[in-house]
């Protein structure tokens, strides 16, 4: 992951709400011919064999993703007439040949297998958050009878949820509705982006009563899907909104901002062979320091870091300090730290702690983390998790092992850097069966273990 701006995860880096870290880009520019060819191709099909692929709009003009239900997927690149597709978020050719029909024809070619796209019922809306004016869009599967429906929340990205999340297709494909909404300043919406916990939560619980109040008597068991800082957003959102039935969050922190830092730091000591405990406390220290310059806007913080500096400068640790951005500030000056604060001004929520209102919310949730997932890394979260369903707590959690951020398998390549291969297998469907159903079934998710059940 990119660790070049001052932060990589609270500032945007197109985390999602739609359940990848890297599933969802910023949209290409919609004068480009090629992104307007490849955007009519976007939607859902229904496959011969009864399977359904998704066909998602991606950053780059003339460049579409794939994806099936068991999260594999592919990067599809138009050239010389033809799409070729590489293998999750590598350029690894994977093989799987895809072909689409004109525009109008709503026909695909999928790996040896013919598709016709679904038609959902969608209705595009204007509606009003907290001070600003936010652009949604309802998508239904078709038929008379109510559905279960939720309200995508935003990760920290900066771009059109309307236009660029993907589960607005797969899961009304698979019978649950869908609200997708462009946050403030993104988009069709107005106002500012920022990244205000507590004026997103209003917008997300505005969300959903328009998805409610235009679902009508179609709208079954409603509730929000979060992925990333979705996962701080959500459950506040749902604390705010009595018609909130439920919480999905993916891939999230059971813990405040910073956090993210200090458990980054934490993580990269230990994969650089420094994850002894004395160690591990002193680099506390240095992270404290630096999240004092962070949060402050770079007005505290700054004795507190020298006198660690004093101290551990010339430890043979200090060198391998990363994090979110402990590692840059401790490496740039002072006037350098504060000109790239001065670009940040998104109103960060510093500091939300989420427990008291995981402590007292009375709707269930579903957790789902990663296990080596070095954005946001998990270990408290489990913990903390864990405790609350031992308290008696409605959250059920589930962990995949192996997964990344976005719940993303990989592998390290030669220079050691991930390579995500896919969404890892069981992510869709877990949420899907308990969004339908409001448990899961017992039945196995990929390699997921569960963590905790609500009783």
Not at 247 to 268: H, T
Request: glycine content about 12%; overall charge negative.
């Amino acid at each position: 992951m990119n660790r070049s701006a001052l932060y990589r995860h609270v500032l945007p880096i197109a985390l999602l709400a739609s359940g990848s870290a890297l599933a969802a880009e910023p949209a290409a520019q919609a004068a480009d011919p090629a992104a307007a060819q490849a955007q009519c191709h976007t939607g859902a099909y229904r496959l011969d064999d009864d399977r359904v692929v998704d066909i998602a709009r991606t950053s780059a003009a003339g460049v579409l993703r794939w994806r099936l239900l068991d999260g594999s997927t592919g990067k599809l690149v138009h050239k010389d007439g033809a799409w070729t597709s590489t293998r999750g978020w590598t350029d690894q050719a994977d093989g799987v040949a895809v072909s689409f029909g004109d525009c109008a024809d709503g026909r695909i070619r999928y790996a040896g297998h013919d598709g016709r796209k679904l038609k959902f019922d969608v209705t595009e809306t204007r509606f009003k958050g907290n001070g600003v004016d936010l652009r949604g869009r309802l998508v239904l599967p078709p038929g008379e009878g109510p559905v279960p429906l939720v309200v995508l929340v935003h990760g920290s990205e900066n771009y059109s949820g309307v236009d660029m999340y993907h589960l607005q297709n797969l899961f009304p494909a698979n019978g649950v509705g869908v609200f997708v909404y462009d946050k403030r300043g993104t988009g069709g919406s107005t106002g500012k982006y920022n990244q205000n916990f507590y004026q997103l939560s209003d917008d997300a619980a505005a969300a959903l009563r328009e998805a409610k109040r235009l679902a009508g008597p179609r709208a079954g068991r409603t509730g929000f899907q979060g992925g990333s800082q979705g996962g701080w957003v959500a459950p506040l959102a749902a604390s705010k909104e009595p018609q909130a039935e439920f919480v999905v969050v993916g891939f999230g922190l059971a813990d405040g901002v910073l956090a993210e830092d200090r458990d980054q730091v934490a993580m990269d000591l230990r994969a650089a062979g420094f994850g002894d405990a004395q160690t591990l406390a002193k680099a506390r220290e240095v992270s404290d320091a630096t999240g004092l310059i962070a949060s402050s806007d770079g007005q505290r913080g700054w004795k507190e870091l020298d006198a660690v500096r004093a101290k551990y400068a010339a430890q043979p640790w200090w060198k391998a300090l990363k994090g979110e951005y402990t590692g840059l500030v401790i490496n740039h000056t002072r006037a350098e730290v504060l000109a790239e604060l001065a670009k940040q001004d998104v109103d960060v929520s510093w500091d939300y702690d989420p427990m008291p209102v995981l402590r007292s919310l009375p709707v269930p949730e579903l957790w789902i983390l990663g296990g080596s997932d070095v954005e946001a890394p998990s270990d408290e979260t489990q913990k903390r998790l864990i405790g609350l369903a031992g308290e008696g707590r409605p959250i059920t959690s589930a962990l995949f092992p192996q997964a990344d951020h976005g719940i993303l398998d990989f592998e390290v390549d030669a220079k050691g850097e991930r390579q995500h291969t896919r969404v890892a297998e069981g992510y869709f469907a877990m949420q899907l069966d308990w969004i339908k159903h409001g448990k899961l079934d017992g039945k196995p998710y990929g390699k997921a273990k569960m963590l905790a059940e609500a009783k």
